[in-house]
């Protein structure tokens, strides 16, 4: 038996067989030419132009037989990606090359590359099937080289996928009905690939050195909680994956009134990227959208969305909440969400620069737009809208943007407080807008000066450190005095970051005073039985004593003790 530890990011107790993610393709080297005649009398590029279709043909096969095997949505990716790989527009492109000297590989690696830039270039649909050309490709390339593709490995039975870490792109295919659970040595807790296993409800561990030496097909266990993987189960792991097995039901339903056991009101609102997400949300009971991530709409894209489709894609998430509050965040383009028309590629420091509402520096006029369409689609909605900007750091910017959000007919302007300068200042801040929301992701990252991405800085990189503690009881605090120097109730404060996902430090940011806690919507119903687990005074005493604590450790140590719910319900 061997142990690895990470650190947890979805709860969830499973056993399963290890599938290996393998390795990125390395691309073939440039210029690469197709080898001297081989003597048997056949021209090497017919030899190559042969060998090439008949990887192509391969690669066909292979996903037209998990087409076959697959339903709904993934069936009709499948069969799409396998009509791609016989696109006689690729496979044309890669023989000409072929024919003017490429190597096969080559050919098709530089054949993958202008089709791709052509659908770019087309926009819209047809843009996003840039990706597909592009993971064919590597599909060929494999096939050419006899090795596994780098993408989610297929299995009949369900598995446990580790990585050395996963594309976002990749972590939004995977099939929880397949994926019992998600391992990765590289990554953080607050990484946006964390971000969607726990949207997909995904047990997953993140920074867990050294997994991809297990062995394909071993059976582990994993703990998402723990941030524990084990190598040869025993009788306990069973145990404890079999308890979990039978109540993970009982995490499944929430019935929509966030409150503490004594019925304090704290509500409970979902983080959601699209209007999918929203119907989800709203199906699981979500109070509202506490966090509208709008870049959403935007990754992708090679050019600013326009008016109208900007408007279709908000007003597809209003309608799902009518009656109830969507927070719509702003543009959050740079740093781990470039977008190529807007942020700068080469900025030594991406996470420090141009990022968020700093980009109406650079690209003025993109949210002012933005801000037109959330209004048209508010307009359009019964939902009751309000809008926050990414990255703000001064009152200044704060009061800028309220300026902005007035001139487009948005009455409810915010920020998020994710930079430690707004966090203490944040009596000021409020003096200019209606509300904020704490994003503990990026809040913990600037406290630590630690990039949320990387898996060796994930102890840095978690919310439990008392300085992300104290920034959090700085903006609560700055809150209370500046609703009474104005003579009027604190203006609501809320956390839409990972943070608000773990029922524990969802107790301490309660007791800390946060009016509302924004989560995947999955994460609701644990954190909503945790918090009734306790009364809004135990909840005071508990942030108190994690306000306290010297460490990250000892704080979440010391909380997590004092609540009997987390053990009751394997959390
Ligand atoms: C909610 C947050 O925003 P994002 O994760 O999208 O940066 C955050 O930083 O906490
Ligand atoms: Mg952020």
Redesign the pocket.
């Known amino acids: 038996m061997q142990s690895y530890v990470g650190v947890g990011v979805t709860p969830g107790r499973v056993v399963g067989p290890v599938r290996l993610m393998p390795p990125a393709l390395c691309e073939p080297p440039a210029g690469e030419r197709l080898p001297a005649p081989d003597g048997t009398g056949t021209p090497p590029e017919e030899a190559a132009a042969a060998a090439l279709k008949a990887a192509a043909a391969q690669v066909r096969a292979e996903l037209a037989g998990r087409a076959s095997r697959a339903s709904g949505d993934s069936k009709a990716v499948l069969e799409a990606t396998a009509q791609m790989a016989s696109d006689p527009m690729l496979l044309k492109a890669a023989v000409k090359l072929i024919n003017a000297g490429s190597s096969a590989q080559r050919a098709i690696w530089d054949a993958g590359n202008d089709v791709a830039a052509m659908l770019v270039s087309l926009g819209g649909y047809m843009a996003e099937r840039s990706h597909d050309v592009l993971d064919v490709r590597s599909r060929i390339v494999s096939a050419l080289r006899g090795v596994p593709a780098p993408v989610i490995p297929d299995s009949d039975v369900p598995f446990i996928l580790v990585a050395a870490d996963l594309a976002p792109a990749d972590t939004a295919t995977l099939d929880p009905a397949k994926v019992l659970a998600l391992v990765t040595a590289g990554g953080g807790p607050?990484s946006?690939t964390a971000?969607i296993a726990r949207t997909l409800g995904l047990p997953a561990v993140v920074a867990a050195t050294g997994v991809q030496e297990l062995a394909e097909n071993i059976l582990v266990y994993v703990d998402g909680a723990q941030g524990r993987i084990t190598t040869g189960p025993g009788p306990a792991e069973l145990a404890a994956a079999a308890k979990w097995r039978g109540q993970a039901s009982l995490l499944d339903t929430f019935d929509g009134v966030g409150r503490l056991g004594d019925g304090t009101p704290l509500d409970l609102l979902a983080?959601v990227g699209g209007a999918r997400d929203a119907r989800a949300a709203a199906a699981a009971g979500a109070q509202g959208v506490g966090?509208l991530?709008t870049?959403f709409c935007f990754l992708g894209h090679d050019s600013e969305p326009g008016h109208d489709e900007q408007v279709a894609a908000y007003k597809g998430v209003f309608g799902a909440f009518p009656g109830k509050k969507v927070v719509v965040?702003t543009l959050?383009a740079g740093?781990?969400?470039p977008l190529p028309f807007l942020t700068d590629a080469a900025e030594p420091n991406p996470a420090l620069g141009v990022r968020?509402y700093r980009t109406d520096t650079t690209s003025p006029g993109v949210l002012a737009r933005q801000l037109a369409a959330i209004a048209d689609a508010a307009a359009d909605s019964d939902a009751i809208v309000w809008v926050m900007a990414?990255m703000i750091a001064t009152a200044a910017e704060a009061a800028e943007f309220a300026a902005l959000c007035a001139g487009a007919g948005l009455q409810a302007p915010g920020v998020?407080v994710?930079v430690p300068s707004a966090a203490l200042t944040s009596r000021h801040l409020l003096d200019q807008v209606e509300f904020a929301?704490?994003?503990?992701?990026?809040?913990?990252?600037y406290a630590m000066a630690a990039d949320?991405q990387l898996g060796p800085l994930a102890a840095l990189n978690d919310p439990w450190q008392p300085a992300v503690l104290a920034l959090v009881r700085a903006t609560v605090d700055g809150a209370a005095a500046q609703g009474l120097s104005a003579g009027a109730p604190p203006k609501p404060v809320g956390?839409?970051?990972?943070?608000a996902a773990d029922p524990a430090l969802a107790v301490v940011l309660a007791g800390l005073g946060v009016s509302s806690l924004?989560m995947a919507a999955r994460a609701i119903p644990a954190v909503s039985a945790v918090l009734r687990s306790v009364t809004a005074e135990q909840a005071r005493e508990l942030a108190a004593r994690a306000e306290a604590a010297a460490t990250a450790g000892e704080a979440r140590g010391l909380v997590r003790a004092a609540l009997p719910a987390l053990a009751e319900l394997g959390l």
């Not at 929301?437 to 990252?445: A, E, P, R, V």
């Not at 956390?495 to 943070?499: H, L, N, Q, S, T």
């Open positions: 607050q946006h971000i983080n966090l991530r870049e965040r959050d740093a781990d969400k968020g990414p998020m994710e929301s704490l994003g503990t992701n990026d809040l913990t990252q949320r956390v839409c970051g990972e943070a924004s």
